[in-house]
């Protein structure tokens, strides 16, 4: 039952995520969606924690998520910074390369 | 006990979740980003994974989430919320996978046997390689960062 009830959240927070993602058209709301998604999958990361013996594994990957995830962020939020400073706009549309409009 | 602790700990997230999706506001839609997170990491505490409680606390939501919201103070523009119908059909086919999967998990309990300190100790004596291949290319990362902000000139 425990099992069931994190992986229905995490995977409504991940669904949550992913739908303020799609819908928004400003770079400072794609941040925060990608930050909730990178939630999500430290909750789905717990019931590892419980399989027998890969505690400690399930710990490094805990560590790697982490430190891998807020590094990612941390660069895209020197990235908005960026384009705002060339550009003086931060919607999706400013942004020329990449994604299906390129 | 742990399980009604979830079961309320869940629904607060998934409600601060909907704050961030309901939002007008960037400012509030980061506020109830960092309240998921930290919902989050007292998932962590219930089951006594300290370290984890930890490094989402202090880490992500101390560091990276204090930015975020900083950040969005700064641009607070009003989203306009559009979604393509064309989403629906993929929705619905990862929703109903996704369901017979916690369908499937529904009688599993969860118990986290080892300690922390026994965990922490593994971790240091095996994975300390990986951990400071993990600290190098984070900030290698950063210094790639900053040598690309000096060079624009910003």
Known sequence: MKVA?????????????YLTAISSRDLVRLLISLELMFGSVFLALLPLFSIEGLAAVAFGIAVITIFT????????????????????DVTVDSVTAGGDTA | MTTSLLVIIGFAAILSACGVLFSRDNLYASVCMSITLILI?????????????????????????????????TYRQQPKLSVDKVWIAPALITAASVGYAIYAYVNYGMEVSSNSQEMLMTFTSDYMLLAMFIISLSVLLMMAVVKFVRREGI
């Open chain 2, 41 to 73: 990491a007292a998932a962590y505490a219930v089951f006594d994974i300290q370290p984890v409680f930890i490094l989402i606390t202090f880490i992500f939501v101390g560091a990276v989430g204090a930015v975020t919201v900083a950040i969005a103070a």
């Open chain 1, 69 to 88: 995830s807020g590094s990612e962020l941390m660069i895209l939020i020197a990235s908005i910074i960026m384009l705002d400073k060339k550009t003086r």
């Open chain 1, 5 to 17: 009830i994190l992986l229905f959240v995490s995977v409504v927070l991940l669904l949550i995520g």
